[in-house]
């Protein structure tokens, strides 16, 4: 399989919040943003891997700023690192000011997904090659998540977490 870069999984949506999507103080609903991120991932991932791609986990969510009515939001997703058949996406969210244009950050998360066949086992994934600065903090960092989103779910010992006890040690 042919090595890919974090830019051949670009993803970018953007659209407005309307009545409907909104909270009572009339920003956008967690729920809604979580979904639009989580669809965002989801064709990244597919981008990556050629591949169905469900979501395992989401590994981390940052509301940072709230995203009033109205808002333009733009969502960027992208392949940070692969593992054997589970891809990381990094989304950052981003909303842009009426008037000057000017974009800020509002919101970033981390979801994984893992590639399937058409009955639902996992496949391998092409692997990935971080190109910029910022692609290459995400991949280094990324076995971390991993463990850790593993040994929340249950699904390895802490004591196998190399990467999470080297922090501590
Ligand atoms: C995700 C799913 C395919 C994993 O299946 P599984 O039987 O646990 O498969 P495996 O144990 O072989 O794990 C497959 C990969 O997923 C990773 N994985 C599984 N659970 C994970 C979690 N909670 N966090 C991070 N990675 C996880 C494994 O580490 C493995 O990665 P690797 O091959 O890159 O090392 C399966 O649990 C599933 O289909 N879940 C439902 C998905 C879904 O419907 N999502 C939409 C929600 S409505």
């Not at 909270?23 to 050629?50: C, K, Q, T, V, Y």
Request: glycine share 4%.
């Amino acid at each position: 399989m042919q090595a890919k870069t974090p830019s051949d999984s670009i993803t970018i949506l953007t659209d407005m919040v309307l009545p409907g999507e909104t909270n009572p103080l009339n920003n956008l609903f967690g729920g809604e943003l979580l979904a639009r991120m989580d669809r965002a991932a989801s064709i990244a991932a597919r981008r990556h891997s050629r591949r169905i791609c469900v979501t395992a986990s989401v590994n981390n969510v940052a509301f940072n700023k709230s995203i009033p009515l109205g808002s333009v939001v733009t969502i960027e997703a992208k392949v940070s690192r692969t593992f054997r058949t589970s891809l990381e996406i990094f989304i950052d969210v981003w909303i842009e000011d009426r008037e000057s244009g000017e974009k800020i950050k509002a919101n970033e998360a981390i979801y994984t997904f893992v590639a399937v066949d058409e009955t639902g086992r996992p496949v391998e994934v092409p692997v990935i090659i971080p190109e910029t600065e910022l692609e290459k903090s995400r991949y280094d960092a990324a076995l971390r998540r991993k463990q850790l989103s593993l040994v929340l779910a249950g699904k390895l010992a802490p004591s196998e977490a190399t990467e999470l006890k080297a922090l501590f040690i």
